[in-house]
Structure formats: structure tokens, C-alpha cells
T-cell receptor, first 112, second 118 residues
Framework: LAKTTQPISMDSYEGQEVNITCSHN???????ITWYQQFPSQGPRFIIQ???TKVTNEVASLFIPADRKSSTLSLPRVSLSDTAVYYC?????????????FGTGTRLLVSP | GAVVSQHPSWVICKSGTSVKIECRSL??????MFWYRQFPKQSLMLMAT?????????EQGVEKDKFLINHASLTLSTLTVTSAHPEDSSFYIC??????????????FGPGTRLTVL
């Protein structure tokens, strides 16, 4: 599985847009990029998945440049409840059957 | 999305005892499930892949005789921590692949089980 690199932590304020970038220089042609969110003492929750360009859902947007060596998770107008750890994973996750290797994740703290 | 449950949500036990943790896929079948362990302020670490009707596959460094996995049905996998010791205290999380709304499969995670060994 392609190794990912993310900032260890980020701070933001309520109402701001937060962009978390993930580097995955060794991404394979058939790899997807998936982001998970984890609150303390809970299991991770799927946020968004993409292969190229831009993907948007009701929670976030995922921007993937043409070379796919990085991706950016964008959270619009964050609230206090968005304080969590965000993990970027790369692999053939569209199948759902591949074991996931979690990196360090990015600890986002949203303040009032 | 699909729902995965775990039981118990937390457990406290004495050193030397065994603890069983259940992972259930509530509204879908899962021939494969995954078990993770997470220590405080750390990331999830994959322990093993649970396969229905066959032996589990353990990650390097995980003792298969200490962490017994049984996947007896298409909706249930169990993790038994045998002869638990304080260093086994951790947050144990399971996941199962299921069909997501976008038409592709994703892994759905359980809420986790907090194990404290005294």
C-alpha cells in the first residue's frame, strides 16, 4: 500500500474552511484515495473517496491533482464537532476488502 | 450505510483472565472482517483479518495464540484476548466491507471496545 504523509495537527476556528493535504508519491494506477474521520473512543467513519479530479459530497470535498501524488480534503465552514483525527489512506479501497494501513492522521482542533 | 456493532463497548478484567469481544455486521453479510488495536493518541494498527469458515490471517508481530479469532458465521467475528495483561489494555476496533451508497465497497467500522486489564 502506498505510504501517506499528513500534517500531525491543525488548528482552526468555527466557520472557517479547513484544507488537509496528504502526500502519496507512490500511489499506484489503480489506487483510490479515501479519507476517514475518527472521534475519540469511536471507530473511524468514512468521509469521502476519489480517484482523480474533484469529488464532493454533503460532508466534504476531495481535490486530486492530475499526477495524483497528493490530495486535499476540504471541510467547508467547520464547527466544534469537526474536531477529530482525519486519516488519508491509499489503496484499492473501492473493493472494500483490502486491509487498511492507517498512517498518523491529522488531529484537527476547531476552536470557538 | 451498513452498520457494524461491537460488544461489549468496554470491559475491565483482572490480569490473567480471558476476554471475548464480538463484532457483528447488522444488516449485511461479511465473509471478511478486520481487527484493529489502537493505543491512546496513536493510529489504528491492523491485527488480523478474520475469514468466515477459515483461519484468520495475523499481521506480523501479533500473537495468534494470544488473540484468538473466530469467524463462525457471515455476521459475527469474535476476538478473544487470552491471559490478558495490563499491556493488552487498548481500544479494539473491528471493520467489515460493505456496499456503500456510491456503488462501491467500503469498510465500515464498529464503535470499538475499550479493554482495561488490571
Amino acid at each position: 500500500l502506498a505510504k501517506t504523509t499528513q500534517p500531525i495537527s491543525m488548528d482552526s476556528y468555527e466557520g472557517q474552511e479547513v484544507n488537509i493535504t496528504c502526500s502519496h508519491n507512490n500511489i499506484a494506477t489503480n489506487d483510490y484515495i479515501t479519507w476517514y474521520q475518527q472521534f475519540p473512543s469511536q471507530g473511524p467513519r468514512f468521509i469521502i473517496q476519489g480517484y482523480k479530479t474533484k469529488v464532493t459530497n454533503e460532508v466534504a470535498s476531495l481535490f486530486i491533482p492530475a499526477d495524483r501524488k497528493s490530495s486535499t480534503l476540504s471541510l467547508p465552514r467547520v464547527s466544534l464537532s469537526d474536531t477529530a483525527v482525519y486519516y488519508c489512506l491509499v489503496g484499492k479501497m473501492n473493493t472494500g476488502f483490502q486491509k487498511l494501513v492507517f498512517g498518523t492522521g491529522t488531529r484537527l482542533l476547531v476552536s470557538p | 450505510g451498513a452498520v457494524v456493532s461491537q460488544h461489549p463497548s468496554w470491559v475491565i478484567c483482572k490480569s490473567g483472565t480471558s476476554v471475548k469481544i464480538e463484532c457483528r455486521s447488522l444488516d449485511f453479510q461479511a465473509t471478511t472482517m478486520f481487527w484493529y488495536r489502537q493505543f491512546p493518541k496513536q493510529s489504528l494498527m491492523l491485527m488480523a483479518t478474520s475469514n468466515e469458515g477459515s483461519k484468520a490471517t495475523y499481521e506480523q508481530g501479533v500473537e495468534k495464540d494470544k488473540f484468538l479469532i473466530n469467524h463462525a458465521s457471515l455476521t459475527l467475528s469474535t476476538l478473544t484476548v487470552t491471559s490478558a495483561h495490563p499491556e493488552d489494555s487498548s481500544f479494539y476496533i473491528c471493520s467489515a466491507p460493505g456496499l456503500a451508497g456510491g456503488g462501491y465497497n467500503e469498510q465500515f467500522f464498529g464503535p470499538g471496545t475499550r479493554l482495561t486489564v488490571l
